[in-house]
């Protein structure tokens, strides 16, 4: 059993793959090109918005949308403490200050009520040197942050919102999409995500013109008219042509495999023994693309030893995430101010299940019923 099995996903659509990348290599055109432009196009359909820029990697998104929105040195940007160091590293590469705030247990998404206690925090006890300027919302495993709620607290405090899609690609909540709730919406397409190429991939999303072509000259060496004629510093984060015909043929694919994740999700949640465990909570109205099915153990249960059982049943688990961001080694100047006793516990109890949309009913079952087992011999 695979914890994402990719190798299952090629095998069935193997034909489509193989022929959109033979299409490439016979083009000659492997960099930029006529097929990340059609894929940029049906990604900003997809999402529903304006503008679609494609880059290197979700990390690289995230700096490019931080460098456009003009967020710098002495700036502020709030982030979740439980997710993914990415989030915080783009900001910390720009130069402004990460402020860590703790999550909502039950959605493991940035929790809005937190989130309004630190900005007013900083308004009241700031130095005046720093800046307020933005929120990044992470859609953590899946699952969109609450953004009717992050919304009206951004704009009560005049603060942008990027949104973090690195895990939530095909989200929504009602019928709008994840990538489409931020000033810019960022998202990878790293192999085990839920829309993944084979390799490095990203993308921005935005319905403002101006935003969408600086994104466009950064993403390029800051390139004006021409390639050669550079206006800004950027960096080189370019998509692959063979990437971009690979993530077209899987977005062909992609509301069914959808589908698919939340039938495994809910066969989880069904068979899995809630009385001793948590099984993971998606909020009404809320649609999530499961990037991770993520349950919380209590603290008789050893994450470790059950980790260990599993293993020895050919059950693949993972850790997700161990540390909350303000303890990692790279912010180790910041351990002490902050508080996240949600980020903190989480870190301390969770596990990641193998979920992915060609994982068959028989291996839900075999999951569910040896973990139900050997927490219940537990006690």
Same mark, same amino acid.
């Given at each position: 059993?695979?914890?994402?099995?990719?190798?299952?996903?090629?095998?069935?659509?193997? &034909?489509?793959?193989?022929?959109?990348?033979?299409?490439?290599?016979?083009?000659?055109?492997?960099?930029?090109?006529?097929?990340?432009? &059609?894929?940029?196009?049906?990604?900003? &359909?997809?999402?529903?918005v304006?503008?679609?820029?494609?880059?290197?990697?979700?990390?690289?998104?995230?700096?490019?949308?931080? !460098?456009?929105?003009?967020?710098?040195?002495?700036?502020?940007?709030?982030?979740?403490?439980?997710?993914?160091?990415?989030?915080?590293?783009?900001?910390?590469?720009?130069?402004?200050?990460?402020?860590?705030?703790?999550?909502? *247990?039950?959605?493991?998404?940035?929790?809005?009520?937190?989130?309004?206690?630190?900005?007013?925090?900083?308004?009241?006890?700031?130095?005046?040197?720093?800046?307020?300027?933005?929120?990044?919302?992470?859609?953590?495993?899946?699952q969109?942050?609450?953004?009717?709620?992050?919304?009206?607290? #951004?704009?009560?405090?005049?603060?942008?919102?990027? &949104?973090?899609?690195?895990?939530?690609?095909?989200?929504?909540?009602?019928?709008?999409? #994840?990538?489409?709730?931020?000033?810019?919406?960022?998202?990878?397409?790293?192999?085990? /995500?839920?829309?993944?190429?084979?390799?490095?991939?990203?993308?921005?999303?935005?319905?403002?013109?101006?935003?969408?072509?600086?994104?466009?000259?950064?993403? @390029?060496?800051?390139?004006?008219?021409?390639?050669?004629?550079?206006e800004?510093?950027?960096?080189?984060? !370019?998509?692959? #042509?063979?990437?971009?015909?690979?993530?077209?043929?899987?977005?062909?694919?992609?509301?069914?495999?959808?589908? #698919?994740?939340?039938?495994?999700?809910?066969?989880?949640?069904k068979?899995?023994?809630?009385?001793?465990?948590?099984?993971?909570?998606?909020?009404?109205?809320?649609?999530?693309?499961?990037?991770?099915?993520?349950?919380?153990? *209590?603290?008789?249960?050893?994450?470790?030893?059950?980790?260990?059982?599993?293993?020895?049943?050919?059950?693949?688990? @993972?850790?997700?995430?161990?540390? *909350?961001?303000?303890?990692?080694?790279?912010?180790?100047k910041?351990?002490?101010?902050?508080?996240c006793?949600?980020?903190?516990?989480?870190?301390?109890?969770?596990?990641?299940?193998?979920?992915? *949309?060609?994982?068959?009913?028989?291996?839900?079952?075999i999951?569910?019923?040896?973990?139900? /087992?050997?927490? !219940?011999?537990?006690?």
């Open positions: 059993m695979q914890f994402r099995d990719l190798k299952r996903q090629y095998n069935i659509l193997k &034909e489509p793959i193989n022929k959109a990348v033979t299409e490439v290599m016979s083009s000659g055109a492997f960099v930029m090109g006529s097929k990340v432009e &059609e894929l940029e196009q049906s990604l900003a &359909e997809y999402v529903g304006k503008h679609c820029v494609s880059c290197a990697n979700g990390t690289d998104s995230l700096y490019l949308a931080l !460098r456009a929105l003009n967020i710098g040195e002495d700036d502020i940007v709030f982030v979740p403490d439980f997710t993914f160091f990415a989030t915080a590293e783009a900001v910390s590469r720009v130069g402004a200050q990460p402020v860590f705030v703790d999550v909502d *247990p039950n959605t493991f998404n940035i929790s809005p009520e937190k989130l309004e206690e630190e900005i007013s925090l900083w308004e009241e006890t700031g130095d005046g040197c720093q800046d307020l300027k933005a929120i990044i919302t992470v859609d953590l495993f899946g969109p942050a609450d953004y009717i709620k992050i919304q009206e607290i #951004a704009k009560r405090h005049g603060l942008v919102v990027i &949104e973090d899609a690195a895990q939530g690609f095909g989200s929504r909540i009602g019928e709008q999409k #994840a990538c489409s709730f931020g000033t810019i919406g960022c998202t990878s397409f790293f192999p085990a /995500k839920p829309l993944g190429c084979y390799g490095d991939g990203g993308a921005l999303f935005t319905n403002d013109d101006s935003l969408a072509n600086t994104c466009r000259s950064l993403r @390029q060496h800051g390139k004006g008219v021409s390639k050669y004629s550079n800004k510093i950027g960096l080189n984060s !370019r998509l692959d #042509a063979i990437q971009a015909a690979i993530l077209q043929v899987k977005l062909s694919v992609f509301d069914q495999e959808i589908v #698919a994740v939340n039938h495994i999700a809910e066969l989880y949640s068979l899995l023994d809630d009385s001793i465990i948590t099984i993971p909570q998606v909020q009404e109205g809320f649609h999530s693309s499961w990037a991770q099915y993520t349950i919380i153990l *209590p603290d008789e249960i050893n994450r470790e030893d059950l980790q260990t059982k599993l293993q020895g049943k050919k059950i693949p688990t @993972q850790i997700y995430y161990p540390t *909350p961001l303000h303890l990692l080694p790279a912010y180790h910041y351990a002490t101010w902050y508080k006793p949600n980020s903190l516990s989480l870190c301390q109890h969770v596990l990641s299940l193998p979920i992915h *949309p060609y994982l068959t009913e028989e291996e839900v079952n999951v569910a019923e040896t973990i139900n /087992k050997i927490i !219940r011999s537990n006690g």
